[in-house]
């Protein structure tokens, strides 16, 4: 009877062990299957988190800047802007640009070449978008990288700013008041001016930080990881500037034109330094006559 308790107990162990193999592979596997929608629901609630930061009492300035290589420019850039109007948004800049790397000319016949350009594609954009979708755009920006190289989201507190700009909107107010009590002299005026110009300024400030609450900026910079290679066809250039390189009897004709040309601006040269010709004349002539003279009178002493 002890022997059968032990056998059963044995058994009754082994089947438990597979059971709870067989168990546990079934739920790695599932876990596995499901990894990556889980990932994707970390990445999209990490960046809405982030983004859409809101605390009680307190007001944000949230800015965002995104890095990355895609598979397209072009398209991403496309993309990109579309889904910033859908979501409210507007496009401040945009500068697509390709960056070449190489470029060389390959002569494919006597009149014909190809022209082989390497290049990069690269956009800097700068969008501006309501705070409230503010992580919906990261999200949908997100989703065209395929590699992300830097994102950095900033929320600046400017709860204590928004209070000392309303505290400063009363002072100027109430020196408005003081100031129209006072009798009307010169400094009078220039207080007023002053003051109105204060004013001006507080309000401009106020409007800035009213809109960059309710906009948030992104600045975006995406590059393609590939090089592309463009083949253009063009003209095969030496060979035309062989053909007109060197043309002989037209070459002869214009050199005896540029020596004729050539023969009247000496003569021109000469008429114009008359002068100085004509006194090297008269003095090459008194100095021949001079000589002859010494040369006849050594003859008569001899």
Known sequence: MKTTYIRLTIATALL??????????????????SEPEYNKEIVADSISSV???????????????????VKDVYAATISIEKSVQDLGGFVTHSNLQSNVISEDTYNTSDENAMLIKKYQ????????????????????????????????????????????AEMEGKRIKKT??????????KDKVKMSDENM????????????????LKYSTVDIYIKEPKI??????????KIIDN???FNFIYDVKNAFVEGFYLIQRIVIGLI???PILLIAGIGFYFYRKNKSYKKTTQTDKE
């Open 16 to 33: 438990l062990g597979i059971y709870s193999c067989k168990k546990g592979e079934a739920t790695t596997s599932d876990y596995a299957v």
């Open 51 to 69: 983004a859409t930061m809101s605390v009680k009492d307190k007001q944000f300035i949230k800015t965002a800047n995104v890095n990355m290589e």
């Open 121 to 164: 594609t690269e956009n800097s954009m700068q969008v501006r978008v309501p705070t409230a979708k503010l992580g919906e755009l990261l999200t949908l920006i997100n989703d065209k990288k395929l590699f992300l190289n830097s994102r950095v989201i900033n929320a600046e507190d400017v709860t204590s700013s928004i209070k000392y």
């Open 176 to 185: 408005s008041e003081n100031i129209s009590d006072l009798k009307t002299t």
């Open 197 to 212: 110009s204060e004013e001006n300024q507080q309000q401009l400030a106020n409007l800035e930080v009213t809109d960059n």
């Open 228 to 237: 592309r290679i463009a083949e253009i066809a063009v003209t095969n250039s």
């Open 243 to 245: 053909k007109y390189k």
């Open 272 to 274: 114009v330094i008359w």
